[in-house]
């Protein structure tokens, strides 16, 4: 008698299709994995310039004073520029620096600019950003505090792939509040 020790076509035409099936499962799972690391990569990274971001300004917000160091004017403490962004005065030692925020919104772009000195904070990830100085009562105050907005979204990528990032923080100003309490008057740090 004869052995057949080949695979009939059934048999080919079979393992084929199995091979195929579980490559088309295997090739779907490793392209959402990929989709959802790089995802969930821009959305880190997003974070981690909205955590500097807030770190520079709440550090610059912190040490504001105000323009001629007269607390009258305490409503200029940070003005909007026409270019979009902010412009405010930050204390160091005995003297005041200019400080600007200046935003692109179509670029969607975020960069600091302190004596002729550019930091790019953001590049094309801000949607949207604010500013806004509250104080009570509004006409004398007695504590002011500044509340910060920003929306962030990947500018390159399709809206309906990326869940905006909204972020809102309200940050006060101590030596502002201790000017506007005490008249307090900043030429160096206390002792």
Aim: charged content about 30%; glycine content about 4%; some cysteine.
């Amino acid at each position: 008698m004869k052995l057949n020790r080949a695979f009939s076509l059934v048999e080919l035409v079979l393992a084929i299709s199995l091979f195929s099936i579980i490559s088309i499962v295997l090739y779907n799972f490793f392209q959402h994995y990929s989709r959802s690391y790089f995802r969930i990569d821009d959305k880190i990274e997003s974070v981690t310039e909205a955590w500097q971001l807030l770190r520079f300004i709440n550090e610059d917000l912190f040490c504001c004073d105000f323009p001629d160091a007269d607390p009258k004017k305490w409503s200029s403490v940070i003005e909007q520029i026409p270019s979009g962004g902010y412009q405010l005065w930050r204390r160091r030692s005995d003297k005041l620096e200019k400080i600007t925020y200046n935003f692109d919104e179509k670029k969607g772009q975020i960069s600091r600019e302190e004596n002729g000195k550019f930091i790019n904070m953001m590049n094309n990830r801000c949607k949207q950003f604010s500013i806004v100085s509250i104080s009570n009562p509004s006409d004398n105050p007695k504590e002011i505090y500044f509340e910060l907005e920003f929306e962030l979204e990947n500018m390159n990528k399709k809206p309906e792939s990326y869940i905006p990032l909204k972020i809102k923080r309200k940050i006060f100003p101590v030596f502002l509040n201790f000017k506007l309490r005490k008249g307090f008057v900043f030429e160096g740090l206390p002792e």
